[in-house]
């Protein structure tokens, strides 16, 4: 695998002459007139758009398990999808099945072969370890969590013993965290006057144009509280060259066994949401208000990474909340943050509803004893 660089675009421009003209749309004078579409409403007015995905932490090579994104330029993320200003009469668009999200390391599209009846962690009563004996107490191995909260570890004794790797596995399967990022911007061109010599040493002027990019609006939103906070399991994807699957111990028994110096278990953690059919109803509310311009929405997890090399484990974790009821909660909000050109370099911001009460794992059903 090769090392994933963050690209950085330097931006140069000259004050506005008066030659550059650009208007931009204008927010109505009350907020309050502004009417929500709905969710379906959006959907069915998609216009021709680019199909958006959900990033996720981004994998990279060797040992480093880190995944970084610049919280400097929202517009920096080179895997964003842009989405143009629609060029043509809106098209009914069908709503687009929940697929999985894009690989993370060295399967490719092996991936896209999961299915709900692939072994999942939470049938395995393995994964939890065998019961403790008496006076038994979990291993606690040290590890290192990097600032987007990666977690890796070195330790030596969960390099050689499949128990303690298994148990720092689950100790460490914490829902991830999701951050939405709202992106717009448009280009203005200017024109700047150069003077050069021509062959025969006489100065000749000319009017070139430089476009540049100007931020409209760069906010980034915490959906974390939406996220589950019990996982929904752990499978392990198929072997490249036999399609087997195998089950987590016995996974964690080979790494162990592996003599490989170069050796790597990773699990990455897997959000089920309909991202790309939300950010479709978010870019086409934005534009219903008015924004025309340039749109980016990516939405990208982080926390989601157990590094202990083999990119085959992944834990799923669902969303409280539907797609279309978290449009209807705070797409109203994302819209005045538009209008307002909202632009925020630093932590994502808190949404103002108070998400709805977490749902609580169902509890196993104990039959009462029968009466005499």
């Known amino acids: ?20 003209n650009h208007i931009l749309p204008s927010a109505p004078p009350s907020e309050a007139g502004l009417e929500l579409p709905t969710y379906d409403n959006v ?44 060029t043509a009469m809106p098209m009914p668009m069908p709503m687009p099945t929940l697929a999985p999200f894009p690989e993370t390391a060295d399967y490719d599209s092996l991936e896209d072969e999961y299915n709900e009846e692939q072994e999942l962690l939470v049938d395995h009563a393995d994964f939890q370890g065998r019961p403790p004996p008496p006076d038994y107490s979990l291993y606690k191995a040290k590890f290192k969590t990097s600032r987007t909260g990666n977690v890796s570890s070195r330790d030596k004794h969960i390099n050689e013993d499949g128990e303690a790797l298994l148990q720092f596995l689950h100790q460490h399967n914490s ?22 010599r021509n062959s025969n040493g006489e100065e000749e002027t000319e009017q070139e144009p430089v476009t540049h990019r100007v931020e409209d609006f760069c906010f980034k939103i915490d959906c974390s509280n939406y996220v589950s906070p019990y996982c929904r399991g752990v499978y392990v994807l198929p072997d490249p060259k036999t399609g087997e699957i195998k089950r987590v111990r016995q996974l964690c028994d080979e790494y162990i066994h592996s003599e490989n110096a170069m050796k790597e278990l990773k699990l990455n953690k897997q959000v089920d949401w309909d991202f790309e059919t939300l950010t479709t109803a978010l870019t086409n509310a ?87």
Not at 1 to 20: G, R, W
Request: some cysteine; proline content about 9%.
């Open 175 to 196: 829902p991830p965290s999701l951050i939405a990022r709202f992106y717009g911007y448009h280009e203005e061109t200017h024109w700047i006057t150069k003077t050069r």
């Open 286 to 372: 934005i534009r219903n208000a008015g924004f025309l311009e340039s749109v980016e929405i990516t939405f990208q997890t982080e926390k989601d990474e157990i590094t202990f090399g083999h990119s085959i484990l992944k834990s799923r974790w669902d969303m409280s909340i539907s797609e279309a009821n978290w449009y209807q909660l705070h797409a109203q909000e994302i819209i005045i943050m538009c209008r307002n050109k909202v632009i925020s370099k630093g932590k994502p911001s808190k949404l103002s509803v108070v998400p709805p009460l977490q749902i609580m794992p169902q509890m196993p059903i104990i039959p009462s004893a029968p009466s005499v």
């Open 43 to 86: 959907i069915a007015a998609s216009s021709s758009v680019v199909p958006v995905h959900a990033l996720h932490g981004k994998p990279v090579s060797g040992n480093n398990n880190i995944t970084s994104t610049s919280d400097a330029d929202c517009s920096l993320n080179p895997n964003s999808v842009t989405i143009p200003m629609p």
């Open 1 to 20: 695998m090769s090392k994933n660089n963050q690209d950085y675009n330097l931006l140069l421009s000259s004050t506005n002459s008066p030659e550059a």
